[in-house]
């Protein structure tokens, strides 16, 4: 007997758990996928006859998608395969399937594919050497251009007693989910079946329907146990494939990637370059201004949603009267950027980070004290005029700081403690829709969401009705459903799935309590108890079981069935502010501080995590364990984009380390004692006024381990990763 | 991965003819497969045949006298865990312990190493440092190769047609230490690593350099100079910058040859003190 806060740790310890990879079907065929051997080319001929001579075999490509699609046409922006141009490494330009694994692999070899080289655009530098001095040309590969700003910059900026400036550079890094993407396809009855190892299921059918040019109701997703997501799952990837070699092979189709082909396919966070200049006067800042070239590999000019985003976390959390921000999105022969936890957060809260470290010692400052007085607090209002509401930035500061100022007192030579902090919204915006079915022994919840591994379905769904009608969580389960019998939701990301979906459960259940209540009679709250095995509904002294309240029609279909649903609040930023792009407000205003300490070995750049301390403003704790194990995982993650984790690209732009040897997530020999603490009392934007603890936890790390190098060594980094290599250079520069 | 024949021939005669019987590249030796397995993986090896040797009798580890000879396809878990070897060889438990993790410890063995003969190997080094004897075994009979004659280039070794490593035996305890370089310290491949010994017997000291190409080597420019089994600073000093000179220390996608350079010194300098600390300990 497995005992866990965990229910689905039992299934998973024993393996009977069923992931994406251990889909199976009788006369299952083997999928595979030919993927480009170059950056950027020019696809003159793709040969499928060898692979199609081979037993079992079938082979396809953009030729033949007419036919299978019988004559319907996806989004000609997202062809499944590269026709006449490749545009990245690992672009997919045939896929085939066959009667065994081996044999797929075999005819994905025997495609040939001609591609005569085209010039590479590699690295966003190399673009615009006398960037930001001289202006961007109009011909530049840009995929947006974003620009907002209040006040007049150029004047606060000459003004300013004093000013600070500086570049940073942040790196590409992967999601490095532990399962590797990987679905079933089956054509059946006219509809198109997809079980698949995924964060959205209804995310993934509104891309297939896109990219195929195939009606949502003709399309049925389910899910599996998800072996990790990071934002890596948030939309399809195999999908089409496997349905497009399903139809081709009359017979369903597994797809399931390497590692290697999941780090070449990958959409992600992809490196940036950010100047940033900041004017001070008499301890207070008068004006910022930030630049950013942000690599965005080959999104579509529209479809960058990323650096919108990611300038508006390059204001950071504090307040700052005039402002200029301008980020250009460049296009380069990469994968599309994609969501990777917190996508680019944790980057730019190095970048903000670091810089007012700088500013606060350039006016002989503590920085901890120079944030004091800056951070947002509630009722203030954020750079781009939103205001701001409950927001614990300050209190978990406050104690951070406390904990940095004893740490530092024991640090021996060579240790050094450093302070970052970190903020996140709770992504309520998307919607989603939850059911519930009270029965006589129990309440169900039914999702099409699938649990990640975070333990947000799992646990905390089941958390949400525990608290929105009393009964125990012995007595509630979810249960899992396929796109054409689930609820909607938008997905498992963006910290929303106890934030969005954990209201919509709320509101189920109360809805259900409601309908009970008008059958019980009675006064007050309503609360529902376990009896034995028997659901007891109470209201003041009325006391009756669920059983003898049900409808002889709801006893028949197992229970009261009763909807809610969640729509975020509007929220909005001042839109005169903006020149030109997309800027996002905030649903809600999530903080965090971290410490760590850290001890720098001079002679090698060697840097090794002591111990590490981090406190969040969560709104209200929905379940503790799960909570902290979040936290624990975030910092793990980010402790790898601090120190070790980099996807490196040649010139001519193949990923150099599409593998975990040399692309390098933490080892358990890494991980630091971390000790966890909760700040309550700010409420968010989820249930009981809960705030999301997804990405949150990743995002102060590389700031706060930055700030604890600089703390050892008098130095400041200004790139990331912080490897020994790195370490030792800038050592040995200063 | 291709598909491939694994036997398992339960001598050493059999598995020789197996192998002999086969073309270069048709047919390769399995002593653990930690290594081979990703040049399967990637296609970059598609042998017809393995010949596994987990069925010689060569899992073993005995001292005989002041000598210590291991068994080719003794796991390194199992060497790692043999009583006194921390004591007497503190270089090679160190190598050991830098191997991957200890699952992959549990498959990977001394001989498999010393076949593929990786250029970033952790236990080459040592194995030169402690010049160390292979003991090989093939279709003309058997013979013995002091390590350094034994490596070659990059995954080159004097291995001919058809013949295995048997053991690998170690003359003489030695005060040594080995210290390695690496982005992460687990589970990785080391940018640059330094071991050093020190001879009782001719009261000399080895020392070589791993983690650069082709393969790794004994400089013995960065060891005449030091003197005794407790060198002087300025013997160490000379050491150190005679070691930073070597011209394997180039660039490439681990580490540059900038940083190579900085970085031998200082491992050199940590490792001969160690391993001085280590004889003054004996002594």
């Keep these: 007997m497995i005992r866990s806060f965990r229910p689905d740790a039992g299934a998973k310890l024993a393996g009977t758990a069923g992931f994406g990879y251990d889909l199976d079907r ?114 530049a590969p840009i995929a947006a251009h974003v620009h907002a700003r209040r006040g007049d910059v150029d004047r606060a900026l000459r003004e300013a007693a004093t000013v600070v400036r500086g570049t940073y550079r942040t790196s590409g890094v992967h999601q490095v989910a532990l399962e590797p993407h990987a679905c079933l396809a089956e054509v059946r009855d006219g509809l198109w079946h997809v079980t698949t190892s995924t964060q959205s299921p209804f995310g993934v059918r509104e891309d297939v329907a896109g990219i195929l040019g195939i009606p949502e109701r003709s399309i049925v997703v389910d899910g599996t146990w998800v072996g990790g997501g990071f934002g890596g799952k948030g939309a399809s990837l195999v999908e089409p494939y496997a349905l497009l070699l399903a139809r081709a092979a009359g017979a369903p189709v597994r797809l399931a990637l390497t590692y290697r082909e999941a780090f070449r396919l990958g959409r992600t966070t992809l490196p940036s370059v950010v100047r940033m ?44 009267p005039a402002f200029e921000v301008e980020g250009y999105a460049v296009r380069t022969h990469k994968p599309p950027f994609g969501p990777h936890r917190a996508p680019y957060a944790p980057q730019a809260a190095f970048v903000v980070e670091s810089h007012l470290n700088e500013v606060a010692r350039a006016i002989g400052e503590d920085p901890a004290a120079f944030r004091a007085r800056h951070v947002l607090a509630e009722g203030d209002r954020t750079a781009l ?56 022994t129990g309440l169900e919840i039914v999702q099409g969401e699938r649990e990640i591994g975070s333990g947000s379905v799992a646990v905390g769904l089941v958390a949400a009705a525990e608290r929105s009608t009393g009964l125990p969580r012995d007595a509630i389960r979810v249960t899992y459903r396929d796109t ?77 069935a009763a909807d809610g649903r969640h729509t975020g609040a509007p929220r909005t930023i001042d839109e005169s502010l903006v020149v030109e792009g997309g800027f996002y407000p905030y649903q809600d205003f999530t903080g965090a501080a971290h410490v760590a300490e850290v001890d720098v070995d001079r002679e090698t750049g060697a840097v090794r995590v002591v111990r590490y301390a981090a406190f969040h403003d969560v709104g209200v704790v929905v379940d503790r364990p799960t909570a ?42 890494e991980v630091p004692p971390i000790d966890v603490t909760f700040v309550e009392g700010f409420a968010g934007a989820g249930p009981f006024g809960a705030k999301g603890l997804g990405e949150p936890p990743i995002i102060p790390v590389p700031a706060t381990i930055a700030a604890a190098i600089r703390d050892a060594t008098g130095v400041s980094l200004t790139e990331l990763p912080f490897t020994p290599e790195r370490v030792a250079r800038a050592l040995k520069r200063a | 991965m291709a598909s491939f024949h694994v036997s398992a021939p339960p001598t050493a005669e059999e598995a020789v003819r197996e192998l002999a019987s086969g073309a270069p590249g048709e047919v390769a030796v399995l002593a653990g497969g ?73 498959r990977a063995t001394l001989g498999g190493n010393l076949g593929r003969s990786a250029p970033a190997s952790d236990l080459l080094p040592v194995l030169l440092a402690l010049d160390a004897e292979v003991d090989l075994v093939g279709p003309g009979g058997a013979r013995s190769l002091p390590v350094d004659r034994f ?27 080995y210290l390695w370089q690496r982005v992460r310290p687990a589970n ?96």
């Excluded at chain 1, 004017?279 to 579509?300: E, K």
């Excluded at chain 1, 996140?424 to 829709?433: D, I, K, L, P, S």
């Excluded at chain 2, 210590?68 to 004591?87: D, F, I, N, Q, W």
């Excluded at chain 2, 070794?157 to 003489?172: H, K, M, N, Q, S």
């Design chain 2, 151 to 177: 490596l070659r280039a990059s995954r080159e070794t004097a291995l001919g047609r058809g013949e295995l490593i048997r053991a690998v035996r170690l003359p003489e305890p030695r005060p040594s230490a």
């Design chain 1, 385 to 440: 005029g939103q205001e701001v509401s409950a927001f614990g930035l300050s209190e978990v500061l406050r104690r951070a700081t406390a904990v940095r100022d004893a740490w530092r007192r024991d640090a021996g030579p060579g240790r050094g403690v450093g302070l970052g902090l970190g903020f996140w919204a709770t992504n309520t915006g998307a919607g989603g829709e939850a059911r519930v079915l009270l029965s006589p």
């Design chain 2, 188 to 283: 990785d491949i080391s940018q640059l690593s330094v071991a050093a010994a020190y001879s009782p017997s001719d009261r000399r000291w080895r020392v070589a350099l791993g983690g650069v190409p082709p393969r790794p080597v004994l400089v013995p420019e960065a060891s005449t100079p030091l003197d005794g089994p407790a060198p002087s600073p300025a013997a160490v000093a000379a050491g150190a910058r005679r070691i930073a000179e070597h011209p394997a220390l180039v660039s490439d996608r681990r580490a540059s040859d900038e940083y190579r350079r900085g970085l031998v010194g200082v491992l050199y300098t940590r490792c001969v003190r160690a391993a001085a600390r280590r004889a003054g300990a004996a002594a």
């Design chain 1, 26 to 139: 009788p006369g299952m065929r083997f999928g595979a996928l030919v993927l480009a051997a170059r950056a950027h080319g020019r696809l003159d001929s793709v040969d499928l006859a060898p692979a199609r001579a081979l037993p079992g075999v079938v082979a396809i490509a953009a030729d033949d998608l007419s036919t299978l699609l019988d004559g319907a046409h996806g989004d000609p922006e997202r062809p499944p395969f590269a026709s006449r141009e490749v545009m990245y490494d690992g672009q997919p330009i045939a896929a085939v399937a066959a009667p065994t694994l081996a044999g797929a692999r075999a005819a994905a070899a025997a495609v040939v594919a001609t591609l005569a080289p085209l010039p590479v655009v590699a690295d966003l530098e190399s673009v615009f050497p006398e960037w930001p001095e001289a202006p961007i040309a109009s011909s």
């Design chain 2, 34 to 106: 930690t290594d081979l397995l990703l040049d399967l993986d990637e296609g970059r090896a598609r042998p017809a045949r393995l010949v596994s040797l987990r069925n010689l009798p060569w899992r073993t580890v005995v001292w005989d006298g002041a000598e210590l000879v291991v068994g080719s396809t003794l796991p390194l878990r199992a060497l790692e865990t043999v009583a006194g070897l921390g004591e007497r060889h503190p270089a090679l438990f160190e190598a050991v312990r830098a191997v991957g993790g200890v699952a992959l410890r549990h």
């Design chain 1, 277 to 320: 200049e900041t004017g001070v006067t008499d301890g207070a800042i008068v004006a910022r201004r930030v630049r950013l070239l942000l690599d965005v590999g080959t999104s579509l000019p529209g479809r960058d949603f990323a650096t919108g985003y990611a300038i508006g976390f390059l204001l950071g959390p504090y307040r700052t």
């Design chain 1, 484 to 560: 054409s019998a689930a609820p909607f939701d938008a997905g498992v990301f963006g910290s929303r799935t106890v934030g969005a979906l954990g209201q919509a459960v709320d509101a189920a259940c109360r809805a259900a309590l409601a309908a009970l209540g008008d059958r019980l009679g009675g006064a007050g709250e309503l609360r529902l108890e376990l009896e034995g095995d028997e659901v007891v509904a109470i209201r003041g002294t009325a006391r009756r079981p669920v059983r003898s309240l049900l409808t002889p029609e709801e006893r028949r279909d197992g229970g009261l």
């Design chain 1, 628 to 669: 902290t194990a979040q936290i624990e995982g975030g910092i793990v993650m980010g402790l790898g984009a601090a120190l070790t984790e980099e996807s490196i690209w040649s010139d001519d732009g193949r990923l150099l380390n599409p593998g975990l040897l040399d692309y390098r997530i933490p080892t358990l020999g």
